[in-house]
DNA sequence: CATGAATGAGCGTTCATTCAT
DNA sequence: CATGAATGAACGCTCATTCAT
């Protein structure tokens, strides 16, 4: 299904609403009026509320499949450079869209509409088969070690950076930012995150740090 | 504020529904049915249904707070020894109760009710202060190596272990447990995912793995 | 029936609560609240709502019924000296119990309790009678002319004091007597209301003013 | 602000009901349903239950702003004429629409609706200023004397009507005209009424009857 | 005699959706 | 193709009242 421009223009407003107020508490309404279109457009062109929360999946995950495959299909890179890659594109892609990824993680935890649950599925099935792959890679290159949990190590890379965009506002007061410029301090908290993130994969990767 | 059984009935029965259709979704009539209660209990108890949000999160976070508080202040256990229990409980207690974890997670994300907000940033805060302590403990007794940013440690552990427990379907499927009886499954996952996360915390504090 | 200290003090709370929200807005529970007794005291005392509203119209009216007619009894007075007191002392009492007053004029207009309705149909027809009988007296003395419509010029008496209660913030503004003190006030528009009146059922009466 | 026929049908049949049960006793489902119409539609309309009894004052009280104005303005007629024609439309206006002049009486003396309070404030503050012009000019033409209290003779007038249709059903009792066609006795108790007010008029404006 | 606990009924309002145009 | 008008269903909540104690 292919989007034309007020297609995008909903769908992205709705993105803003579902992560500011949630899915339920987001009225079409709202989403309608936010959006400058009519109310029944929505119906009109996505069939329902619920459609439209689908449509916002497809349009954030449709584009994603093909760019984890090319990157590590690369030949070029090594695979600890390959997961370095993946690590700071996740973060970045996750800061970027975070209003989508908070929706995301509410829609796995809670509202669990089928046909998300069945598109998320499919891409964790591919990723983590894409991932397993390239640890394989190393582990044969005898850059990693045997026994790596794939999915284990993937839920430490997701819940690590979306519950550190969670925990920010916290972070700041904690370590007295306060005062530091909102993008200054966020180019700190990615640079730390990915930091972080990096070493862990390297502990758990390598037996070393 | 202290809750009788009825009221416990009707929180835990309303953390269920919460946690399986999320807040929004879950009506104080579907709340009421399932607790077998009266429809005007809940507001005549509770006042309304965001102040039963606010209770269940008063019964399941109130007895918390010293629990860690006397870990942390044991003295015949190591540095280390103390990190390894709070790992296994942190586990344990979200397993015990997954659904309020989801909640909880739900509610820093989108629903923003101040009341809660402000709780689980008074609990951050003791916690973050509790374990920093812990680790300079442990630094200064040389078993820690210096610069530990305490909150991406935290966000780790919290991270990780809620995304596990949503990744779990996929995990069983992903391993091919699916004939694996649930409880063996779920020990199984849940010894992983301790050991997963202790070793991270090594590497993190010591720079070894 | 006998009504206690604890029944006046309900019957009084209700009649300023009743006087300021109206009758169908004032809640038992705001009642019961203000009064500073149990909730279930006023079903438990009264009946019900709607019996405490006819408890404060017998409370109200009761002791009302023989001051008429003692005064219209009194030999030692004029008829037009009758007619001046009675005209005050209704403006007084309206003044006295303004809250009462306003009650009753809303019940006899929407809510017709058909207790009430009757009890104040009684007072109309012995009032009506007691001053025809006064007026009849008065013509045949001589001072009042015939045809005098009883009940238009009980209607205007009526209604022209609490009409002119009910323009008391207007009166006041429009008079530029905004900061005259409230006492003060109330004491010229009494007097004026009074003279008002009076000139009224002189003209009425004898057909000079 | 314009109706259509739809708002005035739903209009005037809350204004039917709450002349009968007052305001806060009136249901918007009555109101739906007597009015033939969606329950969802009076708040699709008018907003809520209150903006609809705003709407009601605004219906009924919209066109009177200029009807006063043109007549005190008309050269052709004398003080006395105006002062007569005004009390005849009075009273023909209240008993034309007794049930709105019902609710407009309960509603300054118990609920206090700002909008309405503010409405009911503007209009007698220009009624008033334009009766006062007319008596000056009566008082300039030699046809009335001086020092007449304009808001007192405005309550009279007001309230003596309004308390003569309350009083009705008991003015037929009491004169013996149960069995007088009902159109007949309002005919009858009309002319009085009239009658009987400017007399009254007369009396106040002129020191005679 | 008095009351805390509880409740069925019904309140005003909002919702996503439909449909005639 | 797009939309204003309309709606059935359901929402959270409050009400006067009851009843066991």
């Known amino acids: 299904m292919a989007y034309n421009d007020k297609h ?39 069939g329902s509320k619920e459609k439209l929360l ?3 999946f497809n349009h954030r995950l449709g584009n994603l499949k093909m760019r984890v495959e090319s990157l590590l299909k690369n030949d070029s890179l090594s695979p600890f450079q390959k997961i370095d890659i ?24 809670i509202n669990k509409n089928p046909v998300i649950i069945k598109l998320l599925l499919e891409i964790k099935k591919r990723n983590s088969g894409l991932i ?9 290159k005898g850059a ?19 519950q550190t965009l969670i925990n920010c506002p ?4 904690y370590n007295e930012m306060k005062k530091t410029p909102a993008k200054e301090f966020e180019e700190t908290m990615q640079k730390r995150l990915s930091l972080h993130v990096k070493k862990i994969f390297k502990a758990i990767l390598t037996n070393e740090a």
């Not at 508490?25 to 996505?46: K, L």
């Not at 397993?132 to 044969?140: T, V």
Request: some cysteine.
């Open 170 to 173: 916290f972070y700041r007061e």
């Open 8 to 46: 995008i223009q909903i769908i992205e407003t709705a993105e803003e609403l579902f992560a500011k107020k949630g899915y339920e508490a987001s009225t079409v309404r709202d989403i309608a009026e936010e959006a400058g279109v009519n109310i029944a457009m929505i119906s009109y062109y996505f």
């Open 54 to 56: 689908e449509a916002l």
């Open 86 to 109: 993946l690590i700071d594109e996740h973060i970045e892609r996750v800061i970027q869209h975070e209003g989508f990824y908070k929706i995301m993680l509410c829609e796995q935890v």
């Open 144 to 162: 990693f070690k045997k026994n790596v949990d794939v999915i284990l190590l993937m839920s430490t890379l997701v819940g690590t950076v979306i």
């Open 132 to 140: 397993n792959e390239l640890i394989i890679d190393g582990q044969e």
